[in-house]
């Protein structure tokens, strides 16, 4: 079962945070349509970090640490990982001394966002903010409980 967990204005998506020279693995479903077109709504910045070129595909990156957004990724099934609400969109929440990780919830293709935890909990949730324009699109097929 999937726990809810509303925060207020904060909205995250879901990207996978690597440290320098980290590399940046695909999703398995990285190559779809809606991926590359996703990609393609991406904005130039996040959280006021620029964004920096990937050569991955389904994939990018802002800043240094960066926050890392990957589309195609498994979709998250029955967790007891909470979920929060973003910009009109579902989330699951994990975190790691290093990272937050943020999962769309419901959205096909799934996307993954992760941030480095030196930027402030309460920040990252404005990452999702960004970035909820580019993933709306995607389509919904459940929401959280």
Known sequence: MVRRLTIGAGVLLALTVTGCGNAVEPGPDAGTGACRALVGRLPDQVLDRHRSDLDVTGAAAWGDPAIVLRCGVPPTGPTTDPCLEAGG???????????????????????????????DRTTATGALIDLAPAVKPLPQTARCT
């Open 89 to 119: 969109l579902d989330w699951t929440f994990s975190e790691t001394d290093d990272t937050f990780r943020f999962v769309s919830f419901g959205r096909t293709p799934a996307v993954e966002v992760t941030l480095p935890t030196s930027i």
